[in-house]
């Protein structure tokens, strides 16, 4: 059947609209990385726009060489393994049970994980548990209280439970118990669904800098999310208070800041065009089925 | 040969009469015991940074001194939240926050179900590919370079600004000007959440029923008639239970976000219950009032939540339980 003429110029105005789009999503980014490459004179002068003016590598050099930088990168890259392990860890071994039929109590355990989506205790209530707990200054105050994220949970048991019965059926029949099954049979067919988690549980342990923020007050345990903050809102707040001697210093870190930026942002777009085909397919499992 | 004999097992319990249940879930767990050992640290993982948190909560209603119990020291009944209702700072936050949320809702809300009719009108597979992935880029940063991209864009020497000298006007301080606030909060969270929302709506869309469009066609519908009666109409159940969950969330305006964008330059128009709660709390170290906030806060969550799942079930039959 052919297209009636209203219908192509639909199509056409589709695909504009759709690259325009595209473009809006991407000026940030564009903006920055230009930014990064450029001098400070032309970023004061406002010349900059979405191509480096007065090019430099200048920038790069002295966040480089700056200590407080490259250890917070290093605090980052632990806290994100160490608490991706653990992540992946409980919500693999909870949704593997949970997933079971043959779990009496199956749905109490849920509604016990399911509740805690839509209620929780506030900031403070959490704040005095993790500082009574003895966590303050300590990894375990930013990679324990988010150990299981429910909705991730929900995935995972929903993929599990999408698997055919009869492999673990033969399974035992062969003699292996529950953590052998679990270990040899499931895992390996779920890789999936578990590098769906592993970029979902990494990208936000890479991004998260409230906890720390709360819990830590020595520099040398911040994550590179706390560097950045303190960049920009340090800035930020010269600026609202208005002093007039701040200003230079804030046009200063301005390029630095989009270095920095561009430095933390980077690791994530370099796994993230390997890891987006599970994705899509990982989140749709969780959630079509209702 | 070696078939469902594992089975069996399972088929006897339907015949076993009610008071020996007991026994029977008893014998199941012992003989399951690997899979219940799975549950133990999850479960004590919920009861301490959930459930004691949760508990914690008791402390809106009693007088909390420093250094002393999580669950606070007496009761003080309703002072605290009486005390936060009847401050002038209250009605402030209170606004904020329901202006901040229900303009989100209503401009975050749509634009992923448009986004997603958009995307499923495109002829070329690796087209519509791209737009995905670029447009799901965003949300996966973090809020903290969001936020510094927002100072970087809005600055005195940003594109922004740039281009209103382009055209000849005067250059804006967006980030210290209460009346910008609203605007810059409300699509940046666009920019960082649209793209992503529509990963639900086009699995959904890739569920209706093809032939529904090829009897359409005969009967002489045009795409428009398509999209109304039938595209529509297919993605409803997906529309009503996100929507459910967005008015369930709608009093959870992003506290980091605020927290990072806002100065007091801009506070009569940023400040929101939960961000004035943390200046309360922890930089003021009234711990009980700033519970009683945030108490108030998340049960206003858990109504609203609940009362949309009931509408919704009744109006549409879609529902979250």
């Known amino acids: ?290 | 040969m070696k078939q469902p004999i594992a089975n069996a097992p399972h088929e006897k319990t339907h015949i076993v009469p009610k008071r020996s249940k007991f026994a029977s879930n008893l014998r199941q767990v012992k003989k399951e015991w690997q899979l219940y050992s799975l549950l133990v640290l999850p479960v004590i993982y919920l009861l301490l940074f959930k459930y004691i948190p949760m508990m914690g909560n008791v402390i809106a209603f009693r007088r909390y001194a420093p250094g002393g119990s999580v669950f606070g020291e007496e009761w003080v009944g309703m002072r605290y939240i009486e005390m936060f209702i009847q401050s002038s700072k209250f009605w402030e936050v209170f606004m904020n926050n329901i202006m901040l949320g229900s303009v989100t809702l209503l401009v975050g809300f749509p634009a992923p179900i448009i986004l997603a009719l958009l995307l499923n009108e495109l002829r070329s597979k690796r087209f519509k590919k791209f737009v995905q992935s670029t447009s799901y880029l965003p949300h996966f940063l973090s809020i903290v370079i969001v936020s510094g991209m927002i100072f970087q864009i809005t600055a005195e020497d940003g594109p922004i600004n740039a281009i209103i000298r382009f055209f000849g006007g005067e250059t804006i301080l967006f980030m210290q000007q209460a009346d910008w606030f609203l605007p810059i909060y409300v699509l940046s969270d666009l920019w960082q959440t649209v793209g992503w929302g529509t990963i639900l709506y086009l699995a959904a869309l890739t569920g209706i029923d093809e032939s529904l469009y090829e009897a359409a066609k005969i009967d002489g519908a045009n795409k428009w008639k398509q999209t109304l009666h039938i595209t529509l109409p297919g993605i409803t159940p997906i529309i009503v239970v996100l929507l459910t969950l967005n008015i369930g969330k709608f009093m959870q305006v992003g506290f980091e976000k605020v927290l990072l964008l806002y100065n007091p330059l801009i506070f009569e128009t940023a400040d929101v219950i939960s961000t004035y709660l943390f200046r309360v709390g922890l930089q003021s170290g009234n711990f009980s009032y700033a519970t009683a906030i945030g108490l108030f806060e998340a049960l206003i969550g858990l109504v609203l939540v609940f009362s949309a799942n009931y509408l919704s079930k009744k109006i549409t039959g879609a529902s979250l339980w």
């Open chain 1, 1 to 290: 059947m052919k297209d009636s003429r209203q219908y192509k110029l639909f199509q056409l105005a589709n695909v504009i609209l759709l690259l325009l789009v595209v473009f809006i999503t991407l000026f940030p980014f564009l903006s920055i990385v230009a930014r990064s490459f450029s001098g400070e004179a032309e970023i004061n002068a406002g010349e900059v726009f979405l191509w480096p003016v007065g090019f430099n590598l200048e920038t790069y050099k002295v966040v480089f060489s700056d200590s407080h930088f490259w250890n917070s990168y290093k605090n980052t890259v632990l806290y994100t393994t160490v608490g991706t392990a653990i992540n992946i860890f409980m919500t693999t071994i909870f949704a593997y049970a949970i997933s079971k039929k043959r779990l009496v109590g199956r749905n109490f355990f849920i509604m016990l994980a399911v509740f805690t989506m839509f209620f929780s205790g506030g900031l403070i209530p959490n704040y005095l548990l993790i500082t009574s707990l003895g966590f303050a200054n300590s990894i375990w105050a930013i990679v324990l209280p988010t150990a299981i994220s429910i909705f991730n949970l929900l995935v995972m048991k929903s993929f599990f439970e999408s698997l055919p019965e009869e492999l673990e059926e033969s399974a035992s029949i062969d003699g292996a118990n529950t953590y052998i099954t679990l270990l040899r049979i499931i895992l390996p067919l779920s890789k999936p669904v578990l590098a769906t988690m592993i970029l979902f549980y990494a990208v936000e342990n890479w991004n998260s800098w409230f906890p720390a923020f709360l819990y830590f007050d020595q520099q040398d345990l911040f994550p590179v999310s706390i560097y950045l903050r303190n960049l920009i809102k340090g800035a930020s707040d010269t600026m609202a208070a208005g002093a007039a001697e701040a200003s230079n210093m804030q046009q200063v870190s301005s390029n630095i800041k989009a270095v920095t930026m561009v430095l933390s942002v980077l690791p994530i777009l370099l796994v993230y065009p390997y890891l987006q085909k599970y994705f899509v397919k990982g989140v749709m499992l969780g959630s079509v089925k209702q």
